[in-house]
């Protein structure tokens, strides 16, 4: 066998395993999460200016939905209304000298959508998400900066619920 024999015959090797694996991942019912749909084609964000939550809300929403996000809330379809955000940081274990070992992260996030005009999209609900760190007392920069990704994916998890929720709300009936 030739050397470039043996490149063909490689080549084809790969190109099978990829198509077995591209048939598997297909079979069950993998695909990538593409654009949804939500029932609305505008929607104001009630958060505070200069809130992160909001900043990558809208910004999902404008990349993954075919939905806009506009600036005046008499011209949306939906507003999304502000209950409540809390960041929380809870004590779960202490040493024998009563110093802190592990902390409990907790996201909060409370809000409620509707039309403006008394029809509810999605009522008030709730997304909670909370994340398990160590502490170690001699490496304090350390714990902040991880702290302060962990915050930050929590974010990004919430986000993502949150679209999930907008994605399967009911329009409102005409009353």
């Known amino acids: 066998m030739s050397w470039s024999d043996a490149l063909r015959a490689r080549g084809r090797r790969r190109l099978l395993l990829a198509g077995v694996l591209s048939v598997g991942a297909a079979g069950c019912g993998f ?6 749909t ?13 809130s992160p939550l909001g900043a990558e809300l809208s910004r999902n929403i404008l990349a993954g939905t075919n939905t806009r996000v506009v600036t005046d809330r008499s011209q949306a379809q939906a507003v999304l ?3 409540g955000e809390q960041r929380e940081r809870e004590v779960l274990a202490v040493n024998a000298q009563g110093k802190t070992r592990e902390y409990q992260l907790r996201l ?3 809000f409620r ?19 398990d760190i ?3 007392e001699s490496q304090v920069l350390a714990r902040e ?20 929720r907008l994605a399967a709300a009911q329009v409102p009936r005409a009353g």
């Open 81 to 83: 209304e502000v209950l």
């Open 31 to 36: 695909r990538l999460r593409g654009e949804r």
């Open 113 to 131: 959508v509707h039309d403006g005009k008394g029809g509810e999209y999605v009522p008030a609900s709730a997304v909670a998400i909370q994340r």
């Open 134 to 136: 160590a502490f170690n």
């Open 145 to 164: 900066a991880e702290e302060a990704v962990l915050f930050r994916d929590m974010q990004g998890d919430l986000v993502q619920q949150v679209l999930r």
């Open 108 to 110: 909060r996030f409370a």
């Open 38 to 50: 939500l029932p609305f084609d505008t929607i104001f964000l009630g958060f505070p200016p200069n």
